[in-house]
């Protein structure tokens, strides 16, 4: 797999584009996530080493719903997990939304 990074300038003009290799990942998802996603789970194209923040954001731009939460977690082989922290194919990745009760 491989993903567009950016064009890159040169002289003012487009001189090429970088690329990069990316992953895959499976992105399981709880509560509310479950409706805003229509599923369990959905795959997520990540570029190699891609953080926890990229995938939020990712995630965000392909269900704008999910920017509506008042927070959500991620969870990452079952600990929450760092905007920084560096995301691997075989972590397991969950949304987990606000939960309310009594």
Excluded: W
Excluded at 18 to 23: E, K, R, W
Excluded at 55 to 69: A, F, I, M
Excluded at 79 to 84: G, S, T
């Amino acid at each position: 797999m491989v993903f567009q990074k950016e064009a890159y300038k040169k002289g003012g003009h487009i001189a090429g584009l970088i690329y990069f290799c990316g992953m895959k990942v499976n992105v399981l998802a709880f509560g509310i996530a479950k409706d805003i996603f229509g599923g369990s789970s959905v795959e997520v194209e990540l570029p190699k080493n891609g953080t926890t923040q990229y995938l939020k954001q990712s995630l965000e731009e392909r269900y704008p719903r999910l920017k509506q939460l008042v927070s959500y977690m991620v969870a990452v082989n079952n600990e929450y997990a760092l905007d920084e922290g560096l995301l691997s194919e075989r972590d397991e990745i969950a949304i987990i939304p606000p939960v309310s009760g009594g």
